[in-house]
């Protein structure tokens, strides 16, 4: 069993920049393909990043190349979404996801086994 928990979100102006953090419980962290998604008012959820285990490979939506960048601390039990310039459409509740399977079957969310309850994310304009 593995609990996740999202923290980092919040009020941010276009231009600007968030990192969010999600904490896993647990001692198997390491094992795990780990993933954020997002989900907009009126809109399906989606996945943004995703990364491996060992963090050697990663995945990222279009809409968020080159300005998120996803990370994991396995020491710490941590993974990572650095933001930068945020765009309003950026805007939704994000959740942290781990799962056992690759990172290109975590984006379909096929093997995504935990779910965080998301932070939510506001990017004015």
């Known amino acids: 069993q593995v609990q996740l928990v999202e923290s980092g979100g919040g009020l941010v102006q276009a231009g600007g920049s968030l990192r969010l953090s999600c904490a896993a419980s647990?001692?198997?962290?390491?094992?795990?393909?780990m993933g954020w998604f997002r989900q907009a008012p009126g809109k399906e959820r989606e996945c943004v990043a995703a990364?491996?285990?060992?963090?050697?490979?990663?995945y990222y939506a279009d809409s968020v190349k080159g300005r998120f960048t996803i990370s994991r601390d396995n020491a710490k039990n941590t993974l990572y979404l650095q933001m930068n310039s945020l765009k309003p459409e950026d805007t939704a509740v994000y959740y942290c996801?781990?799962?056992?399977?690759?990172?290109?079957?975590?984006?379909?969310?096929?093997?995504?086994?935990?779910w965080g309850k998301g932070t939510l994310v506001t990017v004015s304009s």
């Open positions: 996801a781990a799962g056992s399977g690759l990172v290109v079957s975590l984006k379909t969310e096929r093997s995504v086994n935990y």
């Open positions: 647990g001692r198997t962290f390491s094992i795990y393909t």
């Open positions: 990364i491996s285990a060992g963090g050697g490979s990663t």
